[in-house]
């Protein structure tokens, strides 16, 4: 089938199945779960009997709120989940949870699920902020966190899982900077030429090849390693869209999204099922969709225009991530 096909075919007939995976005496964090699809995720983590659940967040309060609500939903006691604050946008409060994750007795899985959509170009830690918040920082995380989850993974004797949201837009971003003759990332963090219309579509395509590069450099060996997965949740009800909009145009994507999106819970099931303790080592590396490996959905990723820009962007993110914590990679 081809891309359009096939997420069509995803949205309207296909189910995720609810989360029924014991998650008992395990921890497990949750980036972005103050709403939405990280909220409804680290319910069914809860439901599912994690000792301990932490809800990563930019805003402590409203993660307070959350928190709150999913003890409330659950009916225990608000001390059954931690927040910790956590801002993508922020290099150093990445590196501070990371340093604070250290302190923790054990970790299990991570859900990268905290990300923005924006069409306005704006710089934070000198780069366009979907790169920031969406790419570096997540990666920067995930290497950050990756050394915890095996030393669990080591003494439980189960495999650490370590998941990022991504998005099936990333087969059709253009990646218009992809033949710049300078640095890919500087191209991208340049608002003179910035495609804002694309650009979460190549975040998110930037993502799954970082995504992959780590889980190449820490290849799953046995029950005692670290299982890497990039997946999609498909298009779901959701409040990532944040930009001020034109009447017509914000009646036109409810409208669009009341046809075709899941709602925020079925989408959530993705989530947990990207980190769920049986998931098997075929998935390390993979992309997951409806809940399964998908190897079908290539779209333009595959061009050799995009292989050597690929190349190039890995590059010059190792180098980004080595100056913002030496010796990460």
């Given at each position: 089938m081809g891309f359009v096909t096939t997420i069509l075919h995803s949205q309207f007939f296909v189910q995720p199945p609810v989360p029924s995976s014991s998650f008992s005496g395990q921890t497990v964090v949750v980036t972005g779960a103050t709403s939405g699809l990280g909220y409804e995720a680290a319910k069914h983590i809860l439901r599912l009997g994690a000792s301990r659940l932490i809800l990563a967040v930019r805003n402590v309060t409203k993660g307070k709120q959350a928190a709150e609500g999913i003890s409330s939903a659950l009916s225990l006691p608000p001390s059954s989940v931690d927040v910790w604050e956590l801002d993508l946008g922020n290099?150093?409060?990445?590196?501070?949870?990371?340093e604070r994750i250290n302190t923790l007795d054990r970790l299990d899985a991570v859900v990268q699920n905290a990300g923005i959509m924006t069409t306005k170009f704006t710089l934070v830690e000198g780069c366009e902020s979907q790169i920031a918040v969406n790419v570096i920082s997540p990666v920067l995380?995930?290497?950050?966190v990756i050394s915890k989850l095996q030393q669990s993974a080591a003494k439980t004797g189960s495999p650490g899982r370590l998941a990022f949201v991504g998005s099936d837009l990333q087969f059709i971003a253009p990646l218009k900077e992809k033949s710049t003759p300078k640095s890919l990332l500087a191209a991208l963090n340049s608002e003179e030429t910035a495609d804002m219309s694309s650009r979460y579509g190549v975040s998110k395509l930037l993502l799954m090849w970082a995504v992959r590069d780590m889980a190449q450099r820490y290849p799953f060996s046995d029950q005692s390693d670290v299982l890497i997965t990039c997946l999609t949740p498909g298009l779901c009800q959701s409040s990532i869209v944040r930009d001020e909009e034109s009447w017509i145009v914000s009646i036109l994507r409810r409208f669009a999204i009341g046809i075709i999106a899941r709602s925020t819970e079925v989408g959530s099931r993705t989530l947990v099922h990207g980190?769920?303790?049986?998931?098997?080592d075929e998935c390390h590396g993979a992309f997951l969709m409806d809940c399964k490996v998908c190897k079908d959905l290539t779209g333009n990723t595959k061009t050799p225009e995009m292989e050597e820009a690929k190349s190039k962007f890995l590059d010059e993110l190792s180098a980004r991530l080595r100056g913002i914590c030496p010796g990460i990679i």
């Open positions: 290099f150093s409060s990445v590196k501070q949870f990371g995380l995930g290497y950050l980190v769920k303790p049986e998931l098997g």
